[in-house]
């Protein structure tokens, strides 16, 4: 049978808030009669801060007061099948260690193709600190002689639409500063750049 989430700090609300019967609390919680007795006389979980099972959707008001009524009943325990949303924090994004290498790559794109992007942009984009930005930026990188600009949406770094979102704020920002490559330049990889440059 199911249990409500943290069953003893549910089974501390219960006695202390409702007029349940201490089987029906112990047969709720899944915890033995005697620790529910142990439990009002405050002898066990004293100072334990009890938890809402209708504040957390376990239960319901009705369904207490069903039980409450006739003691021969049990408290059914509400499933919910729905998936609970996933939030995304808003800390920084994970890289898979794979993908960290590459990070350089797109910032010497980033910086080649355009120029005008922040500091503050490229990190964003890319998920990077402003002290490699810095170290691309001037050469200064400890492996700057294998540095190919690459773009970072093909190496998955960033999606089109988050580099789109990027310039667009910089467009704004800066609207007679102009773009330096067509609108079909964001796909670009830089490949072709670097052939130009070895001929």
């Excluded at 009890?50 to 021969?72: F, H, W, Y």
């Excluded at 980033?110 to 992007?117: F, S, V, Y």
């Excluded at 490699?132 to 492996?143: F, Y």
């Amino acid at each position: 049978m199911a249990q409500p989430l943290m069953p003893k700090a549910t089974a501390v609300w219960l006695v202390e808030n409702t007029a349940l019967s201490f089987e029906q609390i112990a047969a709720f919680c899944g915890l033995h009669l005697l620790e529910i007795r142990a439990i009002a006389d405050g002898e066990v979980a004293a100072g334990m801060v009890g938890m809402d099972p209708v504040a957390s959707g376990q239960l319901t008001k009705g369904e207490i007061e069903r039980c409450v009524a006739d003691a021969s009943r049990r408290l059914v325990l509400q499933i919910h099948d729905l998936p609970q949303p996933m939030q995304r924090s808003k800390g920084p994004r994970y890289t898979p260690v794979t993908k960290r290498g590459d990070k350089p790559d797109a910032i010497a794109w980033l910086i080649k193709t355009h120029p005008d992007l922040s500091d503050s942009q490229l990190s964003r984009l890319i998920g990077t600190t402003k002290p490699t930005i810095a170290a691309v930026r001037d050469k200064s990188h400890w492996n700057a002689q294998n540095i190919k600009p690459r773009n970072p949406v093909l190496l998955g770094l960033c999606t089109q639409r988050e580099l789109e979102e990027a310039l667009a704020t910089l467009r704004r920002h800066n609207p007679q500063g102009g773009q330096p490559h067509e609108e079909g330049a964001d796909l670009h990889d830089g490949t072709e750049d670097a052939a130009d440059e070895e001929a």
